[in-house]
């Protein structure tokens, strides 16, 4: 059974930075394609950006410019670097793994709060 494990999270000021991580058990990210996703307080579960096997990225309009997404097939891991955070970013961001859209792995969340 595949995990994934996120990693990265915590407590940050208004404009500051976090590098989220999605560490896979095994090598499925020339697989599937890779997101992340959030959810804050009474909210729904939202993507915030994706990449697919080819590279190709699509990000949520909120985190346009701010948020990158990659991936080291090597390492097992993907990554979300967020730069610029504001405090509505404050959410549990997850990692999932898709084929064809349809979620195949999560991972259990890491918190990111963003308050001054």
């Known amino acids: 059974q595949v995990q994934l494990v996120e990693s990265g999270g915590g407590l940050v000021q208004p404009g500051g930075s976090l590098r989220l991580s999605c560490a896979a058990s095994?090598?499925?990210?020339?697989?599937?394609?890779t997101g992340w996703y959030r959810q804050a307080p009474g909210k729904q579960r939202e993507l915030v950006a994706r990449?697919?096997?080819?590279?190709?990225?699509n990000y949520a309009d909120s985190v346009k410019g701010r948020f990158t997404i990659s991936r080291d097939n090597a390492k097992n891991t993907v990554y979300l670097q967020m730069n610029s955070l504001k405090p509505e970013d404050t959410a549990v961001y997850y990692c999932?793994?898709?084929?064809?859209?349809?979620?195949?792995?999560w991972g259990q969340g890491t918190q990111v709060t963003v308050s001054s």
């Open positions: 999932n793994a898709d084929w064809n859209l349809a979620s195949v792995y």
């Open positions: 095994g090598n499925i990210f020339s697989i599937y394609a």
């Open positions: 990449i697919t096997t080819g590279d190709i990225t």
